[in-house]
């Protein structure tokens, strides 16, 4: 059994979040997701079922069009099934309200992408406080739970900077803390080492590591082999369907 270290305590606003749901962190059934297209349909997912339960690590790989986004978006609550179940933590999603979806998201889910998506005229302070603003946190809370973050990525000495004045990898560092900030349950990572050279990405890979050792569920969209060699488990997309879902029993890329 793995011991489960290095997890942060933060507030009552994260105890507040924690389960003792035993099944699967998140389960989908039979989920279509179409869009149309002047007198066309596209089936962007085509009846994916699958479960991933609490602190699984899993990549999601598959050619462009594959469906991948449309998946993350769908497990990240950015959008919601045409058709089709979606559960996270026993709790239907499918049938929310914009409202509650944005409220799910910034206490559950924490997301690192690719291009940062940082605020580029707001300090690593603001751009890593911003989910807690949302949230409606205290001013004294947020500070504490800002500050924290930032510490748990190494950047305590450019809390103030802004983001052309870092490095790439401390770009993506300040979007890790952004994504923690809230001690969410589950990350998802859209091609988190996109825009990194390689010795960059495997330190950003070795935090995903970190967090999943520290009892996180990653899952992370990469068309790379050995950034998925960092998950246990791989799921390959194609044409909106699931091609295969395979383990192992080690994993962690070189």
């Known amino acids: 059994m793995r011991t489960r270290t290095g997890r942060a305590e933060v507030s ?13 962190r998140l389960s989908l059934r039979d989920v279509v997701k179409t869009y149309t297209m002047g007198s066309s349909e596209l089936h962007a997912l085509d009846g994916v079922s699958l479960e991933i339960a609490e602190n699984e690590y899993v990549a ?3 050619p462009s069009g594959s469906g991948k986004s449309t998946l993350m978006n769908m497990i990240g609550c950015l959008d919601v099934p045409t058709s089709g179940s979606y559960h996270l933590d026993g709790e239907a999603v499918s049938d929310k309200d914009e409202d509650e979806l944005a409220d799910i998201r910034n206490r559950k889910i924490g997301f690192v992408f690719q291009t940062f998506n940082l605020v580029p005229r707001s300090t690593v302070y603001h751009n890593v406080e911003l989910p807690l ?3 409606g946190v205290s001013r004294s ?5 800002t500050e924290q973050a930032i510490e748990r990525v190494g950047l305590t000495d450019r809390m ?3 983001p052309n004045e870092l490095s790439g990898g401390q770009r993506q560092r300040v979007a890790i ?17 996109g825009n990194l050279d390689s010795k960059t990405g495997k330190e950003i890979m ?11 569920t990653i899952i992370l969209v990469t068309h790379e082999d050995d950034i998925a060699m960092h998950a246990a ?9 699931i091609e295969s879902d395979t383990r192992r029993e080690t994993a962690r890329g070189a």
């Open 141 to 145: 809370q947020r500070r504490e739970l």
């Open 12 to 24: 009552n606003i994260a105890s507040q979040e924690q389960t003792d749901h035993t099944g699967a």
């Open 133 to 135: 603003v949302y949230g």
């Open 160 to 162: 103030h900077h802004k």
């Open 233 to 241: 488990r791989t799921i390959h997309l194609k044409d909106g369907k």
């Open 60 to 62: 999601v790989m598959g």
């Open 206 to 216: 070795g935090m995903l590591d970190e967090l999943y050792d520290g009892g996180h």
């Open 177 to 193: 803390a952004r994504a923690l900030v809230f001690n969410p349950s589950i990350i998802l990572a859209d091609e988190p080492t």
